[in-house]
Structure formats: structure tokens, C-alpha cells
């Protein structure tokens, strides 16, 4: 099993549409979050953390389910500008802790 | 507020030349965090360093591959003797000390090997 799966999708759907994505992880002793985007050849750029209480950032919502172990981001009223490569990261408990593994993305694309 | 600088952004080498990547983190930041991204592949980790060590190199190549933060200057990943499946997108990221290590990236390296 993968330490850190996600679907890969590719997810097409419309402006103004809502999605969902889901990433599972394998280490219940992992303790830091995150999702990121990517652009095409690009490099990931940090969206946000994933917080125990869940947090909200204008049209996204990520959420920690502990008990499940997985991590979701629901994207709200979607925008054309939000097509990109979502990637989610988990912290790495062993060795130093700080090193994160990726997990291979989920391609969005919104349609107008 | 400069985020995180590598150069050069394009790197081609002959086989058997050497590479060498360069890494400046964010302001602020004494962490920084090497990841390589090979076509179509997720990211990977490599190596960890903060001034002047090496703290995880657990997902470093035991051969060809070595990587030091000096106390003045970049941070280096040197790459000798290089072969063609080293082509890759080797990507920098930095962090703060403590915090919840937020990592942030620079916009990486794209290494060819011809």
C-alpha cells in the first residue's frame, strides 16, 4: 500500500461546480497536513494546511479525518483558474519527521 | 519578500558530467528540503539539511548524489557522473524552524542529460 493515495482522476467539470478530492495515508502517527497545486511544469505551491478542527480559506475547505486517515479539500464555486494538479502531503514520522511525502496528485480541470 | 531562488532553471549535461543545483530559501527560513519530481512521478523526497548539516538523507541515491548547506551561500545538490534517468525536476523547498514545517518551493531545476 502507498503511503499517501489519491485519485488521479482527471476531474472535468464545470465553472461554478463544487469538487471534492480525497487522499488517504498509511501512518497513523503522521501529525502535519497539506494540500499544494501544481501547474503544469511548474512548482508546487502550498494551498494550505490541514488542521485536526478543519479550516476554510475563501472557496476551500480541508478537512482531517484521523479515525479514517485521510484528508479532503472541497473546492466551492469552481473557477477556470483553479485547473491544476492538487497534490496532498504528509509528514514522514520516521527519521527526522519533517520530510513530506506526496501523494501523485489529482488532475482538475474546469470547463467554462 | 524573495521566495525561495534556485538556479540555474535549465541544466543540460553530457553523461558522465557533473551537476550542480543551487538552492537559496526564503528569508528567514533554516530549512531547506530537496525533492525530485521525474516525468510523470510524483514528487520525492531526497534530503534535509540546515546550516551546515545533513540532518535526513534517507531518500538520497547512495551513489553519484551529495548535497551540503554551507554556513555562508546556497545550498548545493551536486549530482556526478550523470546518467539519463537522472532527468528530472529536482525541486527546493524551505521552512521555518518549529511551525507546523510548511514548506515552500522554488521553482526547480529541470535537469537533461543528453
Known amino acids: 500500500r502507498k503511503e499517501v493515495e489519491q485519485d488521479p482522476g482527471p476531474f472535468n467539470v464545470p465553472e461554478g461546480a463544487t469538487v471534492a478530492f480525497n487522499c488517504t495515508y498509511s501512518n497513523s502517527a503522521s501529525q502535519s497536513f497539506f494540500w499544494y497545486r501544481q501547474d503544469c511544469r511548474k512548482e508546487p505551491k502550498l494551498l494550505m494546511s490541514?488542521?485536526?478542527s478543519g479550516n476554510e480559506d475563501g472557496r476551500f475547505t480541508a478537512q482531517l479525518n484521523r479515525a479514517s486517515q485521510y484528508i479532503s479539500l472541497l473546492i466551492r464555486d469552481s473557477k477556470l483558474s483553479d485547473s491544476a494538479t492538487y497534490l496532498c502531503?504528509?509528514?514522514?514520522?520516521?527519521?527526522?519527521?519533517?520530510?513530506?511525502?506526496f501523494g501523485s496528485g489529482t488532475q482538475l480541470t474546469v470547463l467554462p | 519578500n524573495a521566495g525561495v531562488m534556485q538556479n540555474p532553471r535549465h541544466l543540460v549535461r553530457r553523461r558522465g558530467q557533473e551537476a550542480r543545483l543551487r538552492c537559496s530559501p526564503m528569508k528567514g527560513h533554516s530549512h531547506v528540503y530537496w525533492y525530485r519530481q521525474l516525468p510523470e512521478e510524483g514528487l520525492k523526497f531526497m534530503v534535509y539539511?540546515?546550516?551546515?548539516?545533513?540532518?535526513?538523507e534517507s531518500g538520497m541515491p547512495k551513489e553519484r548524489f551529495s548535497a551540503e548547506f554551507p554556513k555562508e551561500g546556497p545550498s548545493i545538490l551536486r549530482i556526478q557522473q550523470v546518467v539519463r534517468g537522472d532527468s528530472a525536476a529536482y525541486f527546493c523547498?524551505?521552512?521555518?524552524?518549529?511551525?507546523?514545517?510548511?514548506?515552500?518551493f522554488g521553482p526547480g531545476t529541470r535537469l537533461t542529460v543528453t
Open positions: 502531503a504528509v509528514n514522514s514520522p520516521s527519521g527526522s519527521a519533517r520530510q513530506l511525502t
Open positions: 539539511l540546515q546550516k551546515e548539516n545533513i540532518i535526513d
Open positions: 523547498a524551505s521552512s521555518v524552524d518549529g511551525g507546523r514545517n510548511e514548506q515552500y
Open positions: 490541514v488542521y485536526s
